[in-house]
């Protein structure tokens, strides 16, 4: 069985532009997460989808970030007018519920210049 | 105000010997502790988890350890080898959170041949 995918793996991007990161969770997985993983730091909580519904979007650092789950499966997070404080690894997991252990994607390591 | 503290950023032993990695935390409402571990552009991989009702959990080589009073746990390696060098992070989520998780800044363990 497949784990979680992350594309794309790398993302170049302008200050001020748009980006789309997609995370492809384990099938059958419920929860879904985002996390954000500064260089130096341990990975930061943004965003909790429970199916379809965003559950705790309370790390979401400002209203550029956004995050989507529309069929219970597929998860983008969008990011608008990109700065480059959002340069970082954006890490997805999944579980079958939200209380058991989450298993985390590679990552898209984004780069804003 | 940082919530779960690694102090140690780094930490080197010896083939075979015992490895033990330490965190902190600081907020009496977590009651789930995870460690994961994490090798250079991949994501975290879960290692070993223990529930607050619990003081200890082993699972093969690697041991948890909870000091609920201390707010203190540990991760014992034993015996240590070289494919266990990677970072080694700890994270902790409060049952009402849904699951999300807090991280520890992480410590780099190298396990020397």
């Known amino acids: 069985g497949a784990g979680v995918s992350q594309t794309p793996s790398n993302k170049v991007t302008e200050k001020g532009k748009y980006v789309e990161l997609r995370c492809d969770p384990i099938?059958?997985?419920?929860?879904l997460y985002w996390y954000r993983q500064s260089l130096g730091q341990g990975p930061e909580f943004l965003i909790y989808?429970?199916?379809?519904?965003?559950?705790?979007d309370s790390g979401l650092p400002n209203d550029r970030f956004f995050a989507v789950r529309p069929e219970g499966s597929v998860s983008t997070l969008k990011i608008q007018r990109t700065e480059r404080g959002d340069s970082a690894v954006y890490l997805c997991?999944?579980?079958?519920?939200?209380?058991?252990?989450?298993?985390f994607g590679p990552g898209t390591r984004l780069t804003v210049t | 105000d940082q919530q779960v503290k690694q102090n140690s950023p780094s930490l080197s032993v010896q083939e075979g010997r015992i490895s033990i990695l330490n965190c902190d935390y600081t907020?009496?409402?977590?009651?789930?502790f995870l460690w994961y571990k994490k090798y250079p552009a991949e994501g975290p991989t879960f290692l070993i988890s223990?529930?607050?009702?619990?003081d200890k959990n082993e699972d093969g080589r690697f041991t948890v350890f909870l000091n609920k009073s201390a707010k203190h746990l540990s991760l014992h390696i034993v015996p240590s080898q070289p494919g266990d060098s990677a970072v080694y992070f700890c994270?902790?989520?409060?049952?009402?959170?849904?699951?999300?998780?807090?991280f520890g800044k992480g410590t780099k363990l190298s396990v020397k041949p």
């Open positions: 989808f429970q199916g379809t519904g965003a559950a705790d």
């Open positions: 099938s059958g997985h419920t929860a």
């Open positions: 907020n009496s409402m977590f009651d789930y």
């Open positions: 994270a902790a989520s409060a049952r009402g959170s849904q699951g999300n998780l807090i």
């Open positions: 223990i529930s607050s009702i619990k």
């Open positions: 997991a999944s579980s079958f519920s939200p209380l058991e252990k989450q298993y």
